[in-house]
């Protein structure tokens, strides 16, 4: 926010006001002190707010009283936010050039791993059924063991991979002996987005809701003569109110909004440069502020994900076989040691013969990157899933504010249990209970209730202080007149 500094100087000034006078000032403290005029210590007040997180009182007699209880910490210059923006900026690249990356590789492993793992198959198969029918009838007895071991393996293996071939439905699309080409089958999403969606998700659901949602105060602060009370700004945003009152100092300083206070003390936020629109339709909004939606694991039907944790535990099976026998096994000198266990390994050692040392070939390449690939591809969703859970709960209990502060706020004082009951799937935290007492609290924090056991055993509340306010909030707006903020006729017209 500090780039709406556009004079430094006098802004520097009004923040050395304010760090004398530490018990608080109010806007014409800080003219006596700086002798600036009225209208710059005011344009500067909201963005020392922001910066530093001011506290916001009104007196007796109707003045705020601005003061900085945590200090004069930036929240957006010095050594410890610029390491936070630039860490913050980090993971972000961090995270899509490694995203990017192991998106190649995955396509890699499930094309690349299941054309070599289904070629060794096949010259296994092929390679068995020559030595058994070359073998002469004397030593074919002898051979007998290992040669019917391997060609059962190999055979099943091969199967195996021709199932999943047939599977993925890659070969659907080609013509039959007839000439006819199959019927079209409706569309279905790539398998590469399949996977990914299994793996990655399928994107942020709530994308642009900063924008969304500063719309929507926007649009509700228009719509009602340019002011907006702090429990309004919080039925729209489900912030608490510690947070409401953080977050509402950046309306003040990207809006031109002012903070005011009413014949009655209560503090209310004003945005006059809000209502200087052409559009002179007249305005109607209600607390209709958006929920947020839920994140899905993915939006593949579960029968294809369950299919993709097989093909990956195939891979882990053939990585886990490769290395196992690499480590137990190692170099093949004897024909002895082939037996129906060790088949395929001894056929990939032949077919990688002319690595410089084929055992190391098979036990990184056929077996620690199909491991590391299949671990990786198994916890990376895995984990995704209990941080969603987490994200999910959070925005819940959002949309459960917001729910509740509009009941409350409705009709303060009478205020019923059923009131925090949401309206929503996407109202309702998994521990609803522990959600619903979170909201009382932090609500009752803000404004104090007085509780009342009814007869039915239900509890009800009534939140005075916000009736009191929000009657002072509906006198105030009465005293703005609309008209005055009216464009009016054009005056000049530079094409005219």
Not at 146 to 157: F, K, R, T
């Amino acid at each position: 926010m500090t780039s709406k500094i556009k004079d430094t100087e006098v802004y520097a000034k009004v923040v050395d006001a304010f760090k004398r006078r530490r018990e608080g000032a109010t806007p014409v403290d800080i003219v006596s002190m700086t002798g600036l005029p009225i209208e710059r210590v005011k344009e500067y007040i909201p963005v020392a707010s922001d910066e530093f997180g001011a506290r916001l009182r009104v007196t007796e007699s109707g003045e705020i009283l601005y003061s900085f209880p945590d200090g004069f910490k930036s929240r957006y210059k010095g050594f410890g936010p610029t390491m936070r923006r630039f860490w913050s900026a980090f993971k972000k690249g961090a995270a899509v050039v490694a995203k990017a990356l192991f998106k190649v590789w995955i396509m890699v492993m499930l094309v690349g791993y299941f054309v070599l793992f289904m070629a060794i198959a096949i010259v296994a198969l092929v390679a068995s059924v020559a030595v058994s029918a070359s073998g002469s009838s004397n030593d074919r007895d002898d051979r007998r063991g290992g040669n019917l071991g391997g060609l059962m393996i190999a055979s099943h293996v091969f199967n195996l991979i021709i199932r999943i071939w047939f599977y993925s439905e890659l070969v659907k699309s080609i013509d039959d002996p007839y000439g006819n080409r199959r019927r079209a089958a409706p569309k279905k999403r790539p398998l590469y987005s399949a996977v990914f969606s299994f793996v990655f998700g399928d994107g942020d659901p709530n994308a642009g809701w900063d924008t969304r949602e500063r719309k929507a105060v926007v649009s509700y602060i228009q719509a009602n003569r340019g002011v907006i009370a702090l429990p309004e700004f919080m039925a729209i945003t489900g912030l608490t109110p510690t947070e409401a009152e953080e977050a509402i100092t950046s309306y003040l300083v990207e809006f031109g909004g002012s903070p005011e206070a009413t014949n009655e003390g209560t503090v209310v936020y004003r945005f006059d440069e809000l209502l200087l629109k052409s559009d002179t339709r007249e305005s109607i909004f209600e607390f209709s502020a958006p929920l947020k939606k839920v994140k899905n694991f993915s939006e593949n039907p579960k029968k294809l994900n369950r299919w993709f944790i097989a093909l990956n535990s195939v891979n882990l099976l053939f990585g886990s076989y490769f290395l196992y026998n690499a480590i137990t096994v190692g170099q093949i000198t004897q024909q002895a040691q082939i037996t129906g266990g060790t088949y395929l390994y001894a056929v990939a050692l032949v077919l990688f013969s002319g690595m410089s040392n084929p055992v190391s070939f098979a036990a990184s390449v056929l077996g620690g990157v199909p491991i590391l690939f299949a671990a990786l591809f198994l916890t990376i969703p895995a984990i995704r899933r209990i941080r969603e859970k987490k994200e999910n709960d959070r925005i819940k209990k959002e949309n459960l504010r917001k729910d509740a502060y509009k009941k409350v706020w409705g009709r303060p004082e009478k205020v019923k249990s059923s009131d925090f009951t949401p309206s929503f799937p996407e109202s309702r935290p998994d521990d609803l209970a522990a959600a619903q007492e979170s909201v009382i609290l932090e609500l009752g924090a803000y404004a104090q209730p007085e509780v009342e056991i009814a007869d039915d055993g239900s509890t009800n509340y009534s939140f005075s202080a916000l009736a009191a306010e929000k009657k002072a909030l509906e006198t105030y707006r009465s005293t703005i007149d609309p008209e005055k903020y009216k464009l009016g006729a054009t005056v000049f017209d530079s094409h005219n």
